[in-house]
């Protein structure tokens, strides 16, 4: 449960959070038919940065921040306020919502596909057993035969 002032900060947050006025345009997969509109690029860079855990050179607003830590890297997030030693822990992902019918459906499958592609090797090394690729996507039934068309 948050107090007043603890929810007027995320608010905050969230209502500063607007997209470069520049960014590099993701690599997409050719599985991809339809062609995405550049606030669909847009977001799609953001995903690919936030899942591949950019904090350092981050293009888009992060939740994490870098502080100096007595000689040493820290990473601090900004609502809940605590801190970590290791980064790699934090990319966790994005989360996309913005208003319906601006194409989060096919923005979200552009992700999953490219991430699929790109994925080789790298994805599962043997040092490194629990990370795998994995998306989350809540959506309704009826989306469905619309993602399967």
Not at 49 to 64: H, Q, T, V
């Amino acid at each position: 449960m948050l107090d007043e002032a603890g929810y007027a900060r995320i608010l905050q947050i969230f209502d500063s959070a607007h997209g470069p006025s520049s960014f590099v345009e993701p690599r997409i997969t050719s599985n991809l038919r339809t062609a995405l509109k550049d606030y669909q690029l847009l977001a799609l860079s953001m995903m690919f940065e936030k899942e591949n855990g950019i904090i350092e050179g981050a293009s888009f607003p992060s939740l994490w921040q870098v502080r100096d830590f007595s000689g040493g890297k820290r990473y601090y997030n900004v609502i809940t306020r605590p801190f970590e030693d290791n980064g790699t822990k934090l990319h966790q992902g994005g989360l996309l919502a913005d208003d319906m019918g601006l194409g989060k459906t096919l923005t979200v499958l552009a992700l999953i596909a490219s991430s699929a592609t790109s994925c080789n090797s790298k994805c599962l090394r043997a040092d490194d057993q629990d990370r795998r690729q994995v998306s989350l996507v809540v959506a309704p039934k009826t989306a469905i035969p619309v993602w399967e068309e």
